[in-house]
């Protein structure tokens, strides 16, 4: 109905201006979810592939957008983890940046050894725990509020986003308004010193605002060592640069060891041949982007491999 309602051209600037006025326009949200879930204040939502319940902060745009939405977001990427998880049926799942968990609580995992969820921000860990209670593959998951990062049992810096929980990262930004906590680190091989990862199939997931370089710095031997490796990861330039890392070093250190399919919004998969910014630039014909990548380990033409990653970025 409102979206009938704005495009209707006597209407549609008198809209504009309603949905512009933040107490009007929490209540049409309000007015959304409580007609969407047929329940006043609802705070979850159910997950299509695994059929358990996440949890969200209402207060929090992010988790209120995540109710709006149905946890529909990010269609493309959540089909590609669905289908890594299907078709690899991995060992070892890792979702760093977990937010709410609409990624590691969106699956089942029969098959997989050990599920980690990270998440640093502490305001979003009782959310994590009461989804993670509801989830059937719950005693397979590990859920952790920790700074992933190259050294473990550190505390640094990480700032929570006091507008949306998707903004907080441990990269310093001007463009948001944020509280610094002193946040405990954790490296991925730490968590992984056990496991004899030459006979692991690893699926993982990064989303942590700028702060990628650091995670892969504490999963070199992860990376090194694994018998297959598919993941999904957020490489934005701008905020790579704020943690202190150039952007194509990052880029062309991820090529040395992983072959890259870079994943722009309005165009398909398309796999890196250089590791270089300008590269992307060219594909989605501007130097100022953002976008998700998918890297996995070197396959051969023809091979196991290489028809999990056909399968994953479907083709």
Not at 63 to 81: E, I
């Amino acid at each position: 109905m409102t979206r009938i309602i704005s495009k209707i051209p006597i209407f549609g600037k008198i809209w504009d201006r309603v949905v512009r006025q933040p107490m009007l326009r929490r209540w049409i949200e309000e007015c959304k979810l409580a007609l969407r879930y047929r329940a006043l204040f609802p705070d979850s939502v159910c997950l299509p592939n695994s059929q358990s319940h996440i949890f969200v902060n209402r207060r929090d745009s992010r988790g209120r957008s995540v109710l709006l939405c149905g946890a529909q977001g990010q269609p493309n990427l959540k089909g590609m983890w669905h289908r890594a998880i299907t078709e690899i049926a991995p060992d070892i799942v890792l979702d760093i940046g977990a937010n709410y968990g609409e990624f590691v609580f969106g699956e089942r995992y029969p098959m997989a050894k050990r599920v980690i969820s990270i998440e640093a921000n502490p305001a979003l860990s009782p959310f994590l725990q009461k989804s993670h209670q509801k989830h059937p593959d719950r005693q397979k998951i590990t859920m952790l509020t920790a700074l992933a990062a190259e050294k473990s049992d550190q505390e640094l810096d990480f700032f929570v986003d006091q507008g949306s929980s998707g903004r907080s990262t441990a990269v310093k930004r001007s463009d948001t308004e944020s509280i610094a906590t002193r946040i405990r680190t954790v490296a991925i091989d730490d968590l992984l010193s056990d496991v004899t990862l030459q006979e692991m199939k690893v699926v993982f997931k990064i989303d942590v605002e700028g702060f990628e370089p650091v995670v892969f710095s504490g999963m070199r031997t992860l990376i090194n060592r694994s018998k297959f490796l598919l993941g999904i990861l957020e490489f934005n330039p701008n905020l790579i640069r704020l943690s202190g890392v150039d952007p194509e070093t990052f880029l062309n250190e991820l090529h040395s060891k992983l072959q890259i399919f870079a994943l722009p919004h309005h165009h398909p998969p398309c796999k890196l041949m250089e590791g270089r910014l300008a590269e992307i630039s060219r594909i989605v014909g501007t130097e100022n982007f953002e976008m998700d990548l998918l890297v996995t380990t070197r396959t051969v033409a023809g091979s196991a491999d290489q028809n999990f990653v056909d399968q994953v970025i479907g083709r």
